[in-house]
């Protein structure tokens, strides 16, 4: 979905087996640093109540891949702390149950979720 016309729009759109949208940014980083454009958080800013997700995969000399997933209403916590911040999900690459992770994202839809 990136084109210069839309700066800042997530990487991928999804539908659920619900038929509910979701926006999808995804990263890639070895450090701790998010690598969001300022039109990223612009745009995660102005939607932070909606269905849009931030998906970053970590590699590192020492830790197996993991995968954080942020919801948009967390965009500032994660520019300051990187993925110090506490993800909405985290995830081994491995170890991935997708039943899980979706499960999750859909139930966001319902309000914030309780621990």
């Not at 995804?26 to 931030?54: C, D, M, R």
């Not at 590192?60 to 995968?67: C, E, H, K, S, T």
């Not at 110090?84 to 491995?94: C, I, L, N, R, Y």
């Amino acid at each position: 979905m990136e084109s210069w016309a839309s700066l800042g729009v997530p990487d991928v759109l999804v539908c659920d087996d619900e038929g509910s949208f979701h926006l999808v940014e995804l990263k890639s980083i070895t450090g701790y640093a998010s690598t969001l454009s300022p039109h990223q958080v612009s745009f995660f800013s102005s939607h932070a109540e909606a269905n849009a997700w931030i998906w970053i995969y970590k590699t590192g000399r020492l830790n197996a891949p993991q995968v954080f997933v942020y919801h948009a209403s967390q965009i500032m916590e994660l520019v300051k702390k990187g993925v110090k911040a506490e993800p909405f999900g985290v995830w081994e690459e491995s170890g991935m149950d997708w039943e899980e992770v979706w499960g999750k994202i859909k139930a966001r839809r319902n309000g914030p979720i309780k621990s």
